[in-house]
């Protein structure tokens, strides 16, 4: 959904890079029209210095295919881009050609909540090669931003260790789109909630928010303010004490729980914003015990992160739940995921052999692999994943259960005797989505079954152990010998 001004769902096909729209008016004119391509999306290094990364943005891609379309306003506009050397950019024939384009082109994904890791295709792309490349940018703003949230959200719900964890990042997200990306992706992550009502409304996400600062302040005292509060939202009541002074607020916060309880309602929480969180959480739940009132939870928030809350639980911090904002919101410190979409096949209009490329590129780091890939992920007998195998088909050896590392190819691991899944699920089928999406809350019940049946060596935060992927052999061979005969 696009919020910025005068935009609608169909604006989508100029949300992308200058250069996809001069590549594609290149391949119009070279007579490419119906060559068939195939990319991948994909990254090349677990985010946040982690073992793993959670598959998002996938529920979108079918809208984007299917709203990928240049209206006559869109049209208009292009033919109104002047070339650097002088005259239009866009040739009038290939304008025309744009103004009748519908996207044909067939996509693949790793389902929404899934585990992935480096170098696998987490979007497989086959079509028109004009189509394919049309759709590059807007593909990857859909799922590198909402992968990387949803990756450091089930992070932080790692640490928190089974309390609810609050989205509540809107005022620092990266515009209207991003707040909503945010919280559709830390939702299918594993947050409890949003504090964005937008977000609530659109993707059924169970919002919660209570009061600010300045709600304590407009009254004359801060006792007065959370009789009011107390008045005002009897069955949504939390605090927020650290107004003032803490240690004040705890008794404020005490005398009118007190005086709730005698008109037959409860204070639910309190939370706080500021200062030393274990400590205070301490003080606050001592308190509380003290007066009767220990059904009343403690609430945190003020720059959380998956280390701040690790660490209070190591002190031993009596904490409830969290909201966490910013450095949800902004991925902190990791603000890109680096996802690439990279062709890796080709074939000619009528032929059935796809021709497999590859970037050899002058650093081996970013060699990309070969062919029509799809993924292979193998499991223990009691359903833990403990390896995936990119495989094409076209040259896989009859029955190998080998993996070969991407990096070190002296590294093989075999999967003899253990079973395996296909990862990638049909999306598209020419330009056509084949069903209606996962809900989110299926995405967010996959992803935490992931992530419970994961080797909790891979999740942990310092050091994580490698997830093995690597190339059946006969891709292996095929990627060398491509790299040795590359002209």
């Known amino acids: 959904m696009a919020l910025t001004d005068q935009t609608k769902p169909t604006d989508v096909a100029l949300n992308t890079d200058l250069y996809e729209l001069t590549m594609a008016q290149g391949f119009w004119e070279s007579g490419l029209v119906d060559s068939i391509g195939c990319f991948n999306v994909f990254f090349r290094d677990n985010p946040f210095g982690g073992g793993y990364a959670i598959a998002c943005g996938m529920g979108q891609i079918a809208d984007l295919v299917e709203n990928f379309r240049f209206e006559e306003e869109s049209i208009n506009y292009l033919a109104s881009i002047q070339a650097p050397g002088g005259g239009p950019m866009f040739k009038r024939g290939f304008l025309d050609y744009l103004r009748d384009f519908r996207m044909r082109v067939s996509v693949a994904a790793i389902p929404e909540g899934e585990l992935v890791f480096p170098r696998e295709p987490m979007v497989r792309v086959i079509g028109p090669v004009i189509?394919?490349?049309?759709?590059?940018t807007a593909l990857l703003n859909l799922v590198n931003f909402q992968t990387?949230?949803?990756t450091k959200t089930a992070r932080v719900v790692q640490a928190a260790e089974g309390h609810p964890v609050s989205d509540f990042g809107l005022r620092r997200a990266q515009g209207p789109d991003g707040g909503l990306a945010v919280a559709r992706a830390s939702f299918i992550g594993g947050a409890t909630?949003?504090?964005?009502?937008?977000?609530?409304?659109?993707?059924?996400?169970?919002?919660?928010?209570t009061h600010a600062h300045s709600w304590v302040m407009a009254f004359p005292s801060e006792v007065e303010a959370f009789r009011a509060f107390a008045a005002s939202s009897p069955k949504n009541c939390v605090f927020l004490l650290d107004t003032y002074d803490v240690h004040q607020g705890i008794q404020n916060a005490i005398t009118v729980a007190k005086?709730?309880?005698?008109?037959?309602?409860?204070?639910?929480?309190i939370r706080i914003d500021s200062g030393d969180l274990a400590k205070l959480s301490k003080e606050t739940r001592k308190a509380f015990?003290?007066?009767?009132?220990?059904?009343?939870?403690?609430?945190?928030s003020n720059d959380l992160d998956e280390y701040t809350i690790q660490s209070l639980f190591a002190q031993?911090?009596?904490?409830?739940s969290f909201g966490v904002g910013t450095k949800l919101a902004t991925c902190d410190p990791q603000p890109s995921l680096g996802g690439v979409y990279k062709l890796s096949a080709t074939r000619a209009a009528g032929d059935e052999a796809w021709r497999p490329v590859m970037k050899i590129s002058e650093q081996f780091y970013k060699r990309t692999i070969p062919g029509v890939q799809h993924i292979r992920r193998y499991f223990?007998?009691?359903g833990c994943p403990v390896a995936d195998m990119i495989v094409v088909d076209e040259v896989e050896h009859a029955g190998s259960t080998k993996i070969v590392d991407i990096l070190d190819p002296l590294t093989i691991y075999d999967m003899s005797g253990y079973d395996y899944a296909e990862l990638l699920v049909p999306l598209v089928e020419d330009g056509v989505r084949v069903s209606e999406p996962d809900s989110i809350?299926?995405?967010k019940t996959r992803c935490k079954d992931a992530l419970m049946h994961l080797d909790p060596a891979v999740k942990r935060f310092l050091n994580p152990q490698t997830y093995p992927v690597g190339l059946e052999e006969g891709l292996a061979e095929l990627r060398h010998d491509l790299a040795r005969n590359a002209k």
């Open 259 to 269: 005086e709730m309880e005698e008109r037959g309602e409860r204070l639910a929480a």
């Open 193 to 209: 909630n949003t504090s964005n009502v937008l977000a609530g409304r659109i993707y059924d996400i169970p919002v919660f928010g």
């Open 316 to 320: 031993g911090a009596p904490i409830d």
């Open 441 to 443: 809350r299926t995405a």
């Open 148 to 150: 990387l949230v949803a």
């Open 131 to 136: 189509d394919c490349q049309l759709l590059e």
């Open 289 to 300: 015990d003290e007066a009767g009132l220990p059904y009343v939870k403690i609430s945190v």
């Open 380 to 382: 223990d007998p009691s």
